[in-house]
């Protein structure tokens, strides 16, 4: 018994490169080999709940009857837009330079004859080229005779119409002559006082006042407004606003200080900038200047002679004290001289009584003064 035969069967096949391409190449394919996947429809009676999605489940064959929802075989039937799916994009186009064109974005959404610039260059005025030469000519005198006619009656026209409607009395409505009408009544009583049997009536335009204001309201059209989007405005690259600029720009509300016609209500701030007193310049005359200055001298000066009278009494009051003193000095000095012998008391006489009356008098007042003073030092003595 061999090895071979003890052991089970292999589970896996084996699979040998060169083996597989040698069947390859003969036609006859080995297990393991490459093999493509045919999609096809399952069979007749077995098709529950099984919908053909693209056109590999059709095969080569049309549709199939018993599935019940539409189907295009090959494509056939389908509707044109069915897998085209609405864009807003914008195929790119470049222009003589090989640049990309962004016009069509500025234009999307316009009308073909809408005048769209989309760049600068559009704005700078073209150069004049031999092809339009021709078209520069000045025209003939004929044709000078001919627009000059059409501007001059045109222009006729919109002052006639002006001074008509300026006119107290229009010329277009001139009072029309008068009518005479024959008047026969069908009874012929006393129909008139007169007792004429016919009367004649003139008939007269009535006058139209020329002032008075329209009797019925005239519905104004209002003017349409801009398509959308509007067209795109060039402008130049963004800038931060700094305040002055903000302030230049800003206008003020036209406001007037006599009219007010629908009673709003003005604050005064708006007012006064609409009166213009902002734009007027203060003006301070220079006698203000002079006339102060004339103020401070006048003040110096008295406040110089106030302080001059002040040093004036404290020399003065000086000058008193120190002549106080030298009285007492002396009244001393003589009492001095009679209580050593030197100087008899009744040489002098009445004049010596008259002093001693006066030192007795300045004595009691010192005394007076020491005393008020020691009372104020008793009651303050931090002050002392």
């Not at 083996?19 to 009676?45: E, F, H, N, R, W």
């Not at 006393?190 to 009535?206: H, L, P, T, W, Y």
């Not at 606003?241 to 720009?249: A, D, G, P, R, S």
């Not at 404290?314 to 120190?322: I, M, N, P, Y």
Request: charged letters at 30%; a positive charge; glycine letters at 4%.
């Amino acid at each position: 018994m061999s090895l071979s035969s003890l052991l089970p069967n292999p589970t896996n096949s084996i699979w040998d490169r060169d083996d597989a391409k040698s069947a390859i190449a003969k036609g006859t394919p080995q297990l393991g080999a490459l093999v493509t996947a045919k999609i096809a429809a399952p069979p007749y009676g077995q098709r529950k709940d099984w919908v053909p999605r693209s056109e590999a489940d059709f095969g080569d064959g049309g549709a199939f009857p018993e599935i019940h929802v539409a189907q295009y075989p090959l494509g056939m039937g389908a509707p044109a837009n069915a897998n085209k799916k609405k864009s807003n994009n914008l195929p790119v186009r470049l222009d003589e330079k090989g640049k990309i064109k962004y016009d069509a974005i500025a234009r999307q959404g316009h009308g073909k004859d809408k005048i769209v610039y989309s760049s600068i260059s559009q704005l700078l005025p073209a150069e004049v080229l031999s092809e339009d030469a021709d078209e520069l000519q000045r025209p003939d005198a004929e044709t000078t005779a001919e627009t000059t006619e059409e501007t001059r009656r045109a222009l006729e026209m919109l002052t006639n119409q002006k001074i008509a409607a300026a006119m107290p009395v229009r010329h277009a409505e001139r009072a029309a002559p008068a009518k005479y009408i024959r008047y026969t009544p069908l009874q012929q009583g006393d129909a008139f006082n007169s007792g004429a049997k016919q009367r004649i009536i003139r008939m007269v335009e009535a006058q139209v006042d020329p002032m008075e204001p329209p009797k019925f309201r005239i519905n104004k059209k209002i003017p349409r407004g801009p398509p959308s989007p509007p067209a795109p405005v060039l402008h130049s690259p963004s800038r931060k606003v700094t305040v002055k600029e903000q302030k230049e720009w800003k206008i003020p509300p036209c406001i007037s200080n006599w009219k007010n016609a629908k009673g709003y209500t003005i604050p005064l701030d708006k007012r006064l900038a609409a009166d213009g007193r902002g734009l007027q310049q203060n003006h301070i005359n220079e006698r203000f200047a002079k006339m102060s200055e004339a103020l401070y001298i006048a003040d110096r000066k008295a406040r110089e002679a106030v302080e001059a009278r002040a040093q004036l009494e404290k020399k003065l009051a000086q000058k008193e004290k120190e002549k106080k003193e030298d009285m007492l000095r002396m009244m001393a000095a003589r009492a001095r001289e009679e209580r050593a012998g030197l100087r008899n008391p009744n040489e002098e006489g009445s004049s010596s009584t008259a002093e001693a009356r006066e030192r007795n008098d300045l004595r009691a007042e010192r005394h007076r003064e020491r005393q008020r003073e020691r009372n104020l030092a008793r009651a303050a003595p931090d002050k002392r």
